[in-house]
């Protein structure tokens, strides 16, 4: 099983960056692809984007793709998504999630460890 933590959510203001960090810990993780989703109210979860332990290969959706980057630090086994041009209709709350798979999954139901979540919130 695969221990994950979020942190870097906050409060900034339309257009500004922030950077979340996903803090793993467990015996197999660095095999597997995780990734970052969001949830806002009312809405399903949606994916963000995803990262390939073993190559580093990525893939994000289209509406973050260009303003959100994902990356991985193998010696602190930490996951990151940094978020510039934020918008208001980024505001949620969001997890990062592991999968037992290799290669790149998008679809929830894909990946079965999830971190307990950080709220980000743009103000206009």
């Known amino acids: 099983q695969v221990h994950l933590v979020e942190s870097g959510g906050g409060l900034v203001q339309t257009g500004g960056s922030l950077r979340l960090s996903c803090a793993a810990s467990g015996r197999t993780f660095r095999r597997y692809a995780m990734g970052w989703f969001r949830q806002a109210p009312g809405n399903d979860r949606e994916f963000l984007a995803a990262?390939?332990?073993?190559?580093?290969?990525?893939h994000y959706a289209d509406s973050v793709k260009g303003r959100f980057t994902i990356s991985r630090d193998d010696a602190k086994n930490t996951m990151y998504l940094q978020m510039n041009s934020l918008k208001p209709e980024d505001t949620a709350v969001y997890y990062c999630?592991?999968?037992?798979?290799?290669?790149?999954?998008?679809?929830?139901?894909?990946?079965?460890?999830w971190g307990q979540g950080t709220q980000v919130t743009v103000s206009s």
């Open positions: 999630a592991a999968t037992q798979m290799i290669t790149i999954a998008t679809n929830p139901a894909d990946f079965y460890s």
């Open positions: 990262i390939t332990w073993i190559d580093g290969y990525t």
